[in-house]
């Protein structure tokens, strides 16, 4: 089976933009879940999302937000880019319990930087 | 609330030395515990894991127990390789009611030749 796969790989923006990540889960897989990985602070849990809702949020401002699709891919966005924001953001999908599988399965990770 | 507590790190050992990296959890409930290692520009990879008390995860050498009575699962290995440098997340998921994943802050390990 494929893995996680995470699009893009690196994203370099401006202060004041916008962004778009995308998440792309094992087959199979339901639960989607996203994580902000920081040197200071860090992995810090953003939100899950499970057959399309969200499921569990973490805490971050309003300017994070994400959903996910039928076919269970996910996309993250944050609005209004601070240079707080630059951290490497990472997805990881889950069986959710099916079959007792609550193993997490991470992808690469999108590094963004914003300037 | 649920959390994990790992040792802080940098831990530096030789090569062929005893790993131990502790891990401690508070949760309600019965957990399942995992251990997630990092390696340098990558994502997290599931290492190990345990579902129940007094079970053991073991995966490359690395073995970690679940005691309930302790709440730990302190991560060791025997013999640490150069190729071990990384870094260690202990975590937790409550099976009931959220299904959140806690992540401790990570142990990086360095192992020198």
């Known amino acids: 089976k494929a893995g996680v796969t995470q699009t893009p790989r690196y994203l370099i923006k401006t202060r004041g933009q916008q962004v778009t990540l995308s998440c792309s889960p094992i087959?199979?897989?339901?639960?989607v879940s996203w994580y902000q990985q920081t040197p200071g602070q860090g992995l810090q849990f953003l939100f899950e999302?499970?057959?399309?809702?969200?499921?569990n949020k973490g805490n971050f401002p309003g300017r994070f937000s994400g959903r996910q699709f039928s076919n269970s891919r996910s996309e993250m966005n944050v609005s209004t880019l601070e240079l707080g924001d630059s951290a490497l953001y990472l997805c990881?999908?889950?069986?959710?319990?099916?079959?007792?599988?609550?193993?997490?399965?991470f992808g690469p990770g999108t590094r963004l930087t914003v300037t | 609330g649920n959390s994990v507590t790992q040792m802080e790190g940098p831990v530096t050992l030789s090569e062929e030395a005893f790993l131990t990296i502790n891990c401690t959890y508070t949760?309600?409930?019965?957990?399942?515990l995992f251990w997630y290692v990092q390696y340098p520009g990558e994502g997290l990879q599931l290492l190990l894991k345990?579902?129940?008390?007094?079970d053991k995860g073991s995966n490359k050498g690395f073995e970690a127990t679940y005691r309930k009575e302790t709440t730990s699962f302190h991560l060791e290995k025997g013999s640490v390789q150069v190729s071990d440098s990384a870094v260690y997340f202990c975590?937790?998921?409550?099976?009931?009611?959220?299904?959140?994943?806690?992540f401790g802050t990570g142990t990086r390990l360095k192992v020198l030749a």
């Open positions: 990881a999908s889950s069986l959710a319990g099916l079959a007792g599988s609550y193993e997490q399965y």
């Open positions: 087959s199979g897989h339901r639960s």
């Open positions: 999302y499970f057959s399309e809702t969200q499921r």
């Open positions: 949760a309600t409930g019965y957990p399942s």
């Open positions: 345990a579902t129940k008390a007094d």
């Open positions: 975590a937790l998921m409550a099976t009931s009611g959220t299904y959140k994943y806690i």
